[in-house]
């Protein structure tokens, strides 16, 4: 009987749960989401500045026997990457901006649905540019190989070569899927959430 009494007393002083209003429940996502722009701005942030900082530590080298056609795509290539990731961490940062000045509930929910559309794009972006990066990575040695070494060896170098680069881009490609699956996608799932709950108290 006393564990009863005990189990009674316990039940007794725990208060009723406490209802919060509309505007709170408002109040609480709208931080929420706040909060986890910010953290998807930071993330591209330090990825383009990690970026930065290798290019800085192994610079871009064009072989002189190169052409200048050549040389000019691989140029355009990195300005290219570089001006995309920066255009889109610009857009990580409107966004948080957006929702961080906005209290209406309508451009609340359409920042999470820009955001999510924009973090989608950005990791399209960065597997194209991946692709692309390797392509021409391939290309480079292939070239060179054929510069340098007779045609039936050129041939032959290429076809294993592209082999071995093929499984190399599989398996980095997979990696990097996981990194934006376990980074960016849990982001960008927690935004969704959020947005189907505004519109629910809406």
Same mark, same amino acid.
């Given at each position: 009987m006393d564990e009863l009494d005990k189990l009674k007393t316990t039940w007794s002083g725990i208060s009723e749960p406490k209802q919060f209003s509309k505007q709170e429940i408002? +109040? @609480?996502l709208h931080g929420k989401s706040r909060s986890i722009i910010k953290w998807v701005f930071i993330i591209s942030v330090i990825e383009l500045l990690v970026g930065v900082c290798f290019s800085i530590a192994i610079p871009l080298k064009v072989e002189d026997e190169y052409s =200048? @056609? %050549?040389?000019v795509a691989l140029w355009g @290539? /990195? *300005?290219i990457s570089y001006c995309g990731i =920066? %255009? &889109?961490v610009y857009g990580f940062f409107v966004n948080y901006r957006h929702v961080k000045n906005t209290s209406n509930v309508n451009d609340h929910i359409e920042s999470i649905v820009k955001t999510r559309r924009l973090v989608e794009l950005y990791i399209k972006f960065n597997i194209y540019l991946f692709g692309i990066s390797t392509l021409f990575f391939g290309f480079e040695k292939v070239l060179k190989v054929f510069q340098e070494k007779p045609f039936s060896y050129g041939i032959f170098y290429a076809i294993f070569f592209s *082999?071995?680069?093929f499984f190399v881009f599989k398996l980095i490609l997979r =990696? @990097? +899927? &996981?990194?934006? !699956?376990i980074i960016y996608q849990r982001l960008v799932s927690k935004l969704? !959430?959020? +947005? /189907? /709950?505004l *519109? /629910? *108290?809406e």
């Open positions: 408002n +109040k @609480m =200048v @056609m %050549y040389s @290539m /990195e *300005i =920066v %255009y &889109f *082999i071995v680069l =990696v @990097m +899927k &996981f990194y934006y !699956r969704q !959430r959020n +947005k /189907e /709950e *519109i /629910e *108290i």
